[in-house]
């Protein structure tokens, strides 16, 4: 089975911090995915990525920016945490080998940012 | 640009009770549909996709979900449910042909009572 993981469940931070999102994939997928999940909004594209070193902005992308320097691996980073972006951030892959079977999902991280 | 929006935002269901859980997307085409389950605690799963062919499509766990062009909808059914369904539901389509970016609506968050 493909494998998802997101390095941190919890993660309770700082106003003003900078934070890293940590996410690996294991199938040798070439797309990766951040999206944001919150109660009646659903989820919400932040940063996707088709390449290394390749990134484009999603629907909500002010104060995010994101980094693959590798393949499996697939960072989000939020510059200058605000309470605003309290929330769960998922992370998903998708093969991109041309036949699109849908995302594997990563169990999530929850940020807190007080 | 491509939507989807689900109308039923909180069901609650005595088990062995039917469900049905909307979903429309905006524009028609090509299009590939997709539902997600995310069960409390844990990562979302695929539970079924529509990409072509048979407009009733079955996943897992019963459900089963029909493609009905006409209407630009893609509805959830399961026809007895059970107190292990709990939990949140989410529809999803490609955002255009030949892409891996998913749309996904606000989410129906299902409540089955023993």
């Known amino acids: 089975d493909v494998k998802v993981t997101q390095s941190s469940r919890y993660l309770v931070k700082r106003t003003g911090e900078k934070v890293f999102l940590e996410c690996v994939q294991d199938?040798?997928?070439?797309?990766m995915f951040w999206y944001r999940q919150d109660p009646g909004l659903g989820l919400r594209l932040i940063y996707f990525?088709?390449?290394?070193?390749?990134?484009e902005k999603g629907d909500i992308p002010e104060g995010y920016s994101v980094s693959r320097e590798k393949k499996e691996r697939f960072s989000l980073i939020l510059e200058s945490a605000s309470t605003n972006q309290t929330s769960m951030y998922l992370c998903?892959?998708?093969?991109?080998?041309?036949?699109?079977?849908?995302?594997?999902f990563g169990s999530g991280t929850r940020l807190t940012v007080v | 640009a491509q939507s989807v929006s689900q109308h039923n935002h909180h069901v609650i269901l005595s088990e062995a009770a039917s469900l049905e859980l909307g979903c429309n997307y905006s524009y028609g085409g090509t299009v590939n549909l997709f539902w997600y389950v995310q069960y409390p605690g844990q990562h979302l799963q695929l539970l079924l996709k529509?990409?072509?062919?048979?407009?009733l499509v079955k996943g897992i766990k019963g459900f089963e979900a029909e493609f009905i062009k006409s209407k630009f909808s893609f509805n959830l059914r399961k026809p007895s449910v059970q107190w292990s369904d709990t939990a949140e539901y989410f529809c999803a389509v490609i955002e255009s042909y030949n892409t891996d970016k998913l749309i996904f609506g606000t989410g129906t968050r299902l409540q089955v009572f023993p």
């Open positions: 990525s088709y390449d290394v070193k390749m990134k």
């Open positions: 998903a892959s998708s093969s991109g080998t041309g036949v699109f079977y849908g995302y594997t």
């Open positions: 199938m040798d997928h070439e797309n």
């Open positions: 529509y990409f072509s062919g048979d407009p």
